[in-house]
């Protein structure tokens, strides 16, 4: 880390509270030494609630694109709806049961409807931002990210909203557009950096994204990984400008994950054109950055607008057999990342340490948000159109919560 970076990092560790004396950096750096890596087998299914598919204000649960996040006190989340709508709401959580019958599981009760907010940003919304990639709730406002879902010339730096009060979404001051540095690199979901780690990093949270929407020339061929800073501006009336970020992970064209995206080869079970990440976090007590989306065509391969063998005819790329998709995990070690911070190595030269299919007994669910609550080492995981018992015309995502075992494999 530079010098101009080291002051930038001391600056926000006092931001944030951080203490970074000799002593205890010294002690930190021991600690995070020790850290073991994850085990996929330490996170365990642990029960389920439902989500009302009923109208709520300006949306509802059917077709909802999965972008949410858990709100500070864990007792509820924030929620986007319906892919066309673009409006967010507050859902509580109920009593998480272990129950196979869907009608048997709790339902969650809407706190406040649904609410538009791009239109309702403090400089306009200039760059046509249409898609919710990230949500955070964080001393009472809310963060929310987004993209320009078909961005042809590459070129939208608008990011980031906040909502000032997130108790009041139909009313709250929206500010922004800020701008993310990394742009639609770093414009997907954010996450909080476990306190063993936080002064290696000099940051408190961690943002990423991967090639979930149209136009790789503006994406990263791979999921990233982003320090931020957003505390100043949640303590300001700042309306706009640039929150520096660092990154430590992160892909392109030219230095894709993986090269040879639509599988021709059938030897790449790692990353294909098809392949999306929706939620990553450096899970606590280990040394892993663990992220969950979706993959496909690792069996069968990929290719352009074809039909399936089901039948379907894709609109764009697509796995050859239509069974060859499943939720997927990859997890990287995260001393590689300090690696990257060291300048030992380029943000697109760590590789996955494990990766695979995601939760084998739900593997064709889809899979289409995630947060993680560090309190109660709980995976929160959205699947999408699971409960089809509310309405005869259309389905709402279900929400399977996971425990992550404290106990995990030595390093």
């Not at 590459?154 to 742009?183: E, M, Y």
Request: hydrophobic letters at 40%; proline letters at 4%; one cysteine or more.
């Amino acid at each position: 880390m530079n010098k101009t970076r080291f002051a930038l990092a001391f600056f926000v560790l006092l931001l944030i509270e951080i203490p970074i004396s000799s002593g205890e950096s010294a002690n930190n750096k021991l600690a995070v030494e020790k850290l073991p890596a994850l085990d996929m087998s330490n996170i365990t299914y642990k029960g389920a609630f439902r989500i009302p598919i009923a109208t709520a204000g300006d949306s509802r649960m059917a077709y909802s694109q999965g972008t949410f996040t858990l709100a500070s006190d864990n007792q509820s989340i924030f929620v986007t709806g319906h892919i066309q709508h673009q409006a967010i709401s507050q859902l509580s959580i109920p009593k998480i049961l272990d129950n196979q019958d869907i009608t048997e599981l709790q339902m969650a009760k809407v706190l406040q409807p649904f609410s538009k907010i791009f239109g309702r940003a403090a400089t306009g919304n200039k760059q046509g931002i249409d898609k919710i990639t990230g949500l955070e709730h964080i001393f009472g406002q809310l963060i929310v990210n987004g993209v320009e879902y078909y961005d042809a010339d590459a070129n939208a730096t608008d990011t980031t909203l906040i909502v000032r009060d997130s108790s009041k979404l139909l009313t709250s001051k929206v500010d922004g557009f800020f701008r993310l540095k990394g742009g639609a690199h770093a414009a997907g979901w954010i996450s909080i950096i476990p306190q063993e780690w936080r002064s290696i990093f000099a940051a408190k949270f961690m943002s990423g994204f991967a090639s979930n929407y149209a136009i790789n020339g503006r994406n990263s061929i791979g999921p990233t990984a982003f320090t931020f800073f957003p505390e100043a501006l949640l303590d300001s009336t700042e309306n706009r400008g640039a929150i520096i970020t660092e990154q430590f992970l992160g892909y392109s064209l030219e230095h894709p994950l993986h090269s040879n995206r639509y599988n021709s080869s059938g030897r790449n079970n790692l990353w294909t054109e098809v392949s999306t990440a929706m939620y990553g976090f450096i899970v606590p007590g280990t040394s892993s950055y663990l992220v969950v989306g979706n993959s496909g065509g690792h069996n069968s391969g990929i290719a352009y607008k074809i039909r399936q063998d089901n039948g379907k005819l894709c609109g764009g790329p697509c796995s050859k057999k239509a069974a060859d998709n499943y939720n997927y995990f990859w997890i990287w070690d995260v001393y590689d990342m300090v690696k990257v911070a060291k300048g030992e190595l380029q943000p697109y030269q760590p590789r996955p340490v494990k990766y695979g299919v995601f939760d084998d007994n739900r593997s064709s669910w889809r899979l289409i948000g995630a947060d993680y609550d560090s309190v109660n080492s709980l995976l929160y995981v959205m699947y999408k159109g699971r409960d089809k018992n509310q309405s005869k015309y259309e389905s709402a995502p279900l929400m399977v919560v996971y425990h992550v075992a404290s106990k995990l494999t030595t390093r």
